[in-house]
C-alpha cells in the first residue's frame, strides 16, 4: 500500500478547506438573495403537508411513518418529496396521498421544476440539518405558511426547532411537530414495511447485521465489515446470521 507523505496531506487538507469555504459563500450568496420572511397566509381548509424525504433514511422514515397516520386525522393532505427506493413504500404503507420522486438533494434547476407541481402548501417539514443553498430557494418559491426546520439561523424558519436536534430523538421531533398543528391524543407506533409473504421463522436469519449507512464513509469498511460478522458468527455459532443491504449495496453484501 502506498503511504500519503506530508504533502499529500497537506493538499488534501487545503482542498477540503477550500471546498467548506466554497459552500460556506454559496450559503451566505442564497441566505442574502432568497432567505426571506415566509408570508402571512390562512392555511386551506384541506391542510396540505408536505415532508422532505429525499436523504434516503429508510430508518427514519419508518421511525417517523406515525407522522402520515397522525395528521391524516387533521384532515390534513400529504406530500412527499423521496427518492425513488422509499416511493413505494410511502404510497402503499404509509398511505401517503402524493409521493414525487426525487434525487438525492436535488439541485436548484429539479427544485424549480418541483415547485410548479406543488399547489397551495401550507407546511413544510425539513428535519435534515441545514436547508441547503437550493433549499432555500425553493422555499423562497414554495412560499409556506409554516417551514418547520432544524435550521434556526434563517429568518424563512418561521417553526424553529433547533432546540430539538440535541434534546427530542426523531419520533419526539415529530410528535412536536403534530401537537403544535393541534394533534392531541398521539399514536407514535412505527409502521413496519413487511412483505407479503413472510419466510417460516426456521429459515429466517437469527440476527441482523447492517454495516452500510446512508453514504459510504459512514458505514464499515469491507474488512472492518467482515471482522465483525466474524466476530459475530464466533459468539453465536448457532445462529443464522442475516445481512441487511439495500439495493445499491446488494452487490457488495453477496461478496
Given at each position: 500500500?502506498?503511504?500519503?507523505?506530508?504533502?499529500?496531506?497537506?493538499?488534501?487538507?487545503?482542498?477540503?478547506?477550500?471546498?467548506?469555504?466554497?459552500?460556506?459563500?454559496?450559503?451566505?450568496?442564497?441566505?442574502?438573495?432568497?432567505?426571506?420572511?415566509?408570508?402571512?397566509?390562512?392555511?386551506?381548509?384541506?391542510?396540505?403537508?408536505?415532508?422532505?424525504?429525499?436523504?434516503?433514511?429508510?430508518?427514519?422514515?419508518?421511525?417517523?411513518?406515525?407522522?402520515?397516520?397522525?395528521?391524516?386525522?387533521?384532515?390534513?393532505?400529504l406530500?412527499?418529496?423521496?427518492?425513488?427506493?422509499?416511493?413505494?413504500m410511502?404510497?402503499?404503507?404509509?398511505?401517503?396521498?402524493?409521493?414525487?420522486?426525487?434525487?438525492?438533494?436535488?439541485?436548484?434547476?429539479?427544485?424549480?421544476?418541483?415547485?410548479?407541481?406543488?399547489?397551495?402548501?401550507?407546511?413544510?417539514?425539513?428535519?435534515?440539518g441545514?436547508?441547503?443553498?437550493?433549499?432555500?430557494?425553493?422555499?423562497r418559491?414554495?412560499?409556506?405558511?409554516?417551514?418547520?426546520?432544524?435550521?434556526?439561523?434563517?429568518r424563512?424558519?418561521?417553526?424553529?426547532?433547533?432546540?430539538?436536534?440535541?434534546?427530542?430523538?426523531?419520533?419526539?421531533?415529530?410528535?412536536?411537530?403534530?401537537?403544535?398543528?393541534?394533534?392531541?391524543?398521539?399514536?407514535?407506533?412505527?409502521?413496519?414495511?413487511?412483505?407479503?409473504?413472510?419466510p417460516p421463522?426456521?429459515?429466517?436469519?437469527?440476527i441482523?447485521?447492517?454495516?452500510?449507512?446512508?453514504?459510504?464513509?459512514?458505514?464499515?469498511?469491507?474488512?472492518?465489515?467482515?471482522?465483525?460478522?466474524?466476530?459475530i458468527?464466533?459468539?453465536?455459532?448457532?445462529?443464522?446470521?442475516?445481512?441487511?443491504?439495500?439495493?445499491?449495496?446488494?452487490?457488495?453484501?453477496?461478496?
Amino acid at each position: 500500500m502506498v503511504g500519503i507523505g506530508p504533502l499529500s496531506k497537506g493538499l488534501m487538507s487545503t482542498l477540503l478547506s477550500l471546498k467548506i469555504l466554497r459552500k460556506a459563500i454559496s450559503r451566505l450568496i442564497f441566505r442574502l438573495l432568497a432567505d426571506k420572511p415566509l408570508p402571512t397566509k390562512t392555511p386551506g381548509e384541506k391542510l396540505h403537508i408536505l415532508l422532505l424525504r429525499w436523504d434516503a433514511k429508510l430508518g427514519d422514515s419508518i421511525v417517523s411513518s406515525f407522522f402520515f397516520r397522525e395528521s391524516r386525522k387533521l384532515n390534513a393532505r400529504l406530500t412527499v418529496l423521496t427518492v425513488n427506493e422509499l416511493a413505494e413504500m410511502h404510497t402503499n404503507t404509509f398511505g401517503v396521498d402524493e409521493v414525487i420522486v426525487t434525487k438525492p438533494h436535488p439541485g436548484l434547476g429539479e427544485l424549480r421544476k418541483l415547485v410548479n407541481q406543488l399547489s397551495n402548501v401550507d407546511v413544510v417539514v425539513h428535519l435534515v440539518g441545514r436547508l441547503q443553498p437550493a433549499e432555500i430557494v425553493f422555499m423562497r418559491l414554495l412560499r409556506p405558511a409554516s417551514l418547520y426546520s432544524l435550521d434556526d439561523s434563517l429568518r424563512c424558519v418561521n417553526r424553529k426547532m433547533g432546540f430539538a436536534a440535541n434534546t427530542l430523538n426523531i419520533v419526539e421531533q415529530y410528535k412536536y411537530i403534530l401537537q403544535d398543528l393541534g394533534a392531541k391524543a398521539i399514536d407514535t407506533q412505527y409502521i413496519v414495511p413487511l412483505p407479503a409473504e413472510l419466510p417460516p421463522a426456521a429459515l429466517s436469519p437469527q440476527i441482523l447485521f447492517n454495516p452500510y449507512a446512508s453514504r459510504r464513509d459512514k458505514g464499515l469498511s469491507p474488512s472492518r465489515a467482515t471482522a465483525v460478522l466474524q466476530a459475530i458468527t464466533d459468539e453465536f455459532p448457532d445462529h443464522s446470521v442475516g445481512i441487511l443491504c439495500s439495493p445499491s449495496t446488494l452487490h457488495s453484501a453477496q461478496l
